[in-house]
């Protein structure tokens, strides 16, 4: 089934190109003008399996709109792709503290446009493994349903969260330079800085809690996951 993307901007210009372009590759579109308008509409039937969200709009701002899935149930796992004409660093740490999974600047490319929604649609599109399990010393997560649980109270991630603590936990012992974990978690996205993933690893740290040490900083280097838990080995 073709996927549905949701556009939120209130420059009605932008959204007619961006929907022509979308709609030529084969994805449905819905459109709306505000944040207001966005939070309905994400929960019309069928809910969107991405959306272009505008920093800027007329009611409030994108990071709020973005706050407000992310805290929803129903749509913390929609990728969301932030569009917009700020293009300073902390414009975009914000976007992503939130939970955003990409950032486009205007005036912006159509083609890396698309390219980055591909990229996005192809990971939430991989056929996962029914009912695997994996234990990592208090850690359990389950990649079917994109569950994680410390001892056995469950922890929310988001789905770029989620991604991040995954790919660790496969390569644990490895070291994961930032280049190579915005390449592999983020897709290929030219242009974000570096700065992304030490963002996300310090939300995902934070809501790790009591297990955030299995994730190493190596300092000038990157990251790895720890190849043994506290009190013996891995126990996959």
Request: glycine share 8%; charged share 30%.
């Amino acid at each position: 089934m073709s996927a549905t993307i949701l556009i939120v901007d209130d420059e009605q210009d932008l959204v007619n190109t961006v929907q022509f372009a979308l709609e030529r590759e084969g994805w449905r579109t819905v459109s709306a003008s505000d944040g207001r308008g966005a939070l309905t509409t994400v929960g019309r039937d069928p809910r969107p399996d991405l959306i272009l969200l505008d920093l800027m709009l007329p009611d409030m701002s994108g990071t709020e709109v973005c706050r407000q899935l992310r805290g929803d149930d129903d749509t913390k796992d929609v990728p969301i792709v932030m569009l917009t004409a700020k293009d300073d660093e902390i414009d975009r740490v914000v976007g992503f503290e939130v939970g955003a999974d990409d950032y486009v600047t205007k005036p912006f490319s159509m083609r890396e446009l698309l390219l980055r929604i591909k990229a996005i649609l192809r990971r939430i599109d991989k056929p996962r493994r029914p009912e695997a399990e994996m234990n990592f010393g208090r850690l359990r997560v389950d990649t079917a349903g994109h569950r994680v649980w410390i001892d056995e109270e469950e922890v929310g991630l988001t789905a770029l969260e989620f991604r991040l603590l995954l790919t660790f936990l496969n390569r644990r012992g490895r070291v994961q330079t930032r280049d190579a974990l915005l390449h592999d978690v983020w897709g290929h996205t030219p242009g974000l800085p570096t700065r992304t993933v030490d963002t996300h690893i310090q939300r995902l740290r934070k809501k790790l809690g009591p297990v955030a040490s299995y994730i190493e900083t190596l300092r000038g280097v990157g990251y790895r996951f720890r190849t043994a838990a506290e009190g013996g080995g891995p126990l996959f």
